[in-house]
């Protein structure tokens, strides 16, 4: 009984193989090996330790001086009433702004409107908003605020200031409406890279009630650099990928055209705690620029542009030294171009390369600012400017150069920046 069982199970064995054959079904007992997709790729895998390719994306930043309009430049605007026309001021430096992803200036002059009353040095600083109107429709973009005179119109006036220029639009660091506002750092995503704005000042014209101290982010003499250093920590651990220091400094070296030795260790203390870029005001001249060298806890070598002061920006200061100011140098700025990268991939930003150029205000052509570089190679005509004056603005082109270099800027620029482009 025992083999007909046995015989009967060899028969079904027999039928099921024949069935397979037939319908083509792979057999457990011989798989069927798949073809590869590609070929070429057989035995080949991913490298365990391979790094993906590099994703480099760049923004450029321009940043510019010091900005007070004096009541002459307020008059010279005025067309009546209500009605101030600033544009022609800017109308050269536009194109500049305009071709920039971001575009910051330091202010000295409160917006608060004409309620608080206008006025320059002697009053306080206040100027019509309609200059702000004219600077966001050239392109400027962010306001560091933490200068000495932006209290100048007290804690009322700051608040109407932060509220006019937010509404046309501008971002703002430095000055705050509020404790959480102060605490909150201010990051911007330009073109993807996550940039951090830290603006401070040494000084204010006007105290700063205890109470509000948040209103206005302020170091008497930069005696103590533990709460900038504080900002910087908190601006990379909330997602930075560079961080930019605006220091408004210096009182005692206005119209001098290098910065102090406590200047020079505070900035290097400011690189080693993190600060891509330190980029001064408060002087009213050009001062050196120089890059600060650093390595980070991984061992990278890393550069810090330091830029001790921008000189003057929009104002009506010029040589005039029965009021104490000693120079016309102050009649002189730059347009500062740094250009920013970041591995999209790795996260690895950077400072990729930086370019300067002068500007001198045309106080006497409604004091429109004036590209040096584009005059000189226009001619003088074109601008209002006459041959003893062009003249004169070669030598001052020269002189503001030697300024700027006094430390070896270009030649001290990372390796990187004099390979050929």
């Known amino acids: 009984m025992r083999r007909i069982h046995i015989f009967l199970l060899l028969i079904a064995l027999a039928a099921v193989i024949v069935a397979a054959v037939k319908l083509d079904i792979p057999s457990f007992f011989h798989p069927v090996p798949q073809e590869p997709e590609d070929p070429d790729q057989v035995g080949e895998g991913p490298e365990p330790d391979s790094e993906p390719e590099p994703d480099i994306r760049t923004a450029s930043l321009t940043a510019v001086g010091d900005m007070f309009p004096h009541m002459p430049q307020i008059t010279q605007a005025h067309l009546g009433g209500d009605n101030y026309d600033y544009s022609p001021c800017f109308q050269y430096l536009a194109p500049y702004f305009q071709a920039s992803d971001f575009t910051t200036l330091n202010l000295e002059t409160n917006q608060a409107g004409a309620e608080f009353g206008y006025g320059g040095a002697t009053l306080g600083f206040n100027a019509p908003l309609q200059l702000s109107e004219a600077l966001k429709e050239a392109g400027v973009d962010l306001y560091a605020c933490a200068t000495n005179h932006i209290f100048d119109r007290g804690l009322n006036g700051l608040r109407a200031t932060l509220e006019n220029v937010r509404r046309l639009g501008f971002i703002t660091t430095g000055a705050y409406l509020s404790q959480e506002e102060r605490d909150t750092p201010v990051i911007v995503d330009i073109n993807g890279i996550k940039v951090a704005f830290i603006s401070y000042t040494d000084r204010s014209e006007v105290p700063i009630p205890k109470e509000h101290a948040y209103a206005v982010n302020y170091i008497p003499l930069f005696e103590d650099l533990s709460p900038i250093i504080a900002d910087i920590k908190s601006a990379r651990a909330a997602g930075a990928d560079l961080v930019a220091v605006y220091p408004h400094w210096g009182d005692i070296r206005m119209y001098h055209t290098e910065p102090t030795e406590k200047m020079r260790e505070d900035a290097r203390k400011l690189a080693e705690a993190g600060a891509d870029m330190i980029i001064c005001g408060h002087a009213h001249v050009l001062n050196p620029m120089d890059w600060i060298y650093t390595t980070g806890e991984d061992g990278s ?28 140098l102050v009649e002189y700025g730059i347009l500062l171009r740094v250009e920013l990268a ?16 002068i500007h001198w205000c045309h106080r006497n052509w409604r004091h429109r600012i004036l590209v040096l570089q584009d005059v000189f190679e226009n001619g003088p005509a074109q601008y209002n400017i006459s041959a003893a004056q062009f ?27 004099k390979e050929e482009r």
């Open 301 to 328: 070598r890393r550069a810090t542009l330091v830029a001790y002061s921008l000189g003057n920006f929009f104002t009506n200061q010029h040589y005039l030294p029965q009021e104490g100011i000693p120079t016309d």
């Open 342 to 357: 970041k591995d999209m991939n790795s996260g690895r930003a950077w400072i990729n390369d930086v370019d300067y150029k």
């Open 391 to 417: 003249e004169k603005l070669k030598k001052k082109h020269q002189e503001n150069v030697e300024i700027l270099e006094m430390y070896g800027f270009s030649e001290k620029k990372p390796d990187y920046m």
